[in-house]
């Protein structure tokens, strides 16, 4: 009896020893900007808001899984602004089943899998991206740094769109198209996140 009982307590301490901090998103210091291109050289930007999230890290301090969440329904564009109804337009054009039809899929989501070391201030990051009900692997360069319980994470993702069905407007796959209706399959993704323990 006595022996399971000292067994129980160095099991319970023992998973205590490796238990992860968590570090819960704070969606209104979180940011992510995007930029889609076409073939001709023009360029449209804008933001989507973070909803919430968190983040894992072990006792070295080492993050080793989480999940952000995209509000998807926040989508809005910042280079029209002097063209509020062709603004408008494109915002629902994004929102719409040629892109990441909000209605049906109003998250998307990004799984943290791996973070490993890469230089002194950078790290690699694998995760798995879930969007218009599709998931795919991803990995991007980052810089995350972690001062008095705040935690922030800065990267530029590039994403290939097609992978996850968003073929609107490709050329690889409308041959047709002339060069100022192509646009660029890859787009990007400008992500500031900040946790807080």
């Not at 969606?27 to 023009?42: C, F, Y």
């Not at 808001?49 to 910042?78: F, L, P, R, W």
């Not at 990267?155 to 409308?174: C, E």
């Amino acid at each position: 009896m006595m022996k399971s009982m000292i067994a129980a307590l160095i099991l319970v301490v023992g998973s205590a020893a490796f238990a992860a901090d968590v570090y819960k998103i704070d969606a209104q210091a979180s940011s992510v900007a995007w930029k889609g291109t076409k073939k001709a050289g023009s360029a449209h930007t804008g933001g989507i808001a973070v909803k919430d999230g968190e983040v894992q890290v072990d006792k070295k301090g080492k993050v080793t899984g989480g999940q952000i969440n995209i509000d998807m329904a926040t989508i809005t564009n910042e280079d029209l602004k002097d063209s509020p109804d062709y603004q408008k337009k494109l915002v629902g054009h994004l929102s719409a089943t040629d892109f990441f039809d909000v209605a049906k899929y109003p998250v998307s989501t990004f799984k943290i899998v791996s973070v490993t070391p890469k230089t002194k201030d950078e790290v690699t990051v694998k995760g798995e991206l879930t969007m218009i009900g599709k998931t795919a692997p991803i990995e991007f360069p980052a810089k995350i740094t972690t001062d008095k319980g705040v935690m922030t994470g800065e990267a530029l993702v590039k994403v290939d769109r097609t992978k996850w069905g968003l073929k609107y407007g490709s050329g690889n796959f409308f041959k047709e198209l002339t060069a100022d209706k192509i646009i660029n399959d890859e787009f990007e993704l400008t992500l500031k996140l900040v946790a807080k323990k």
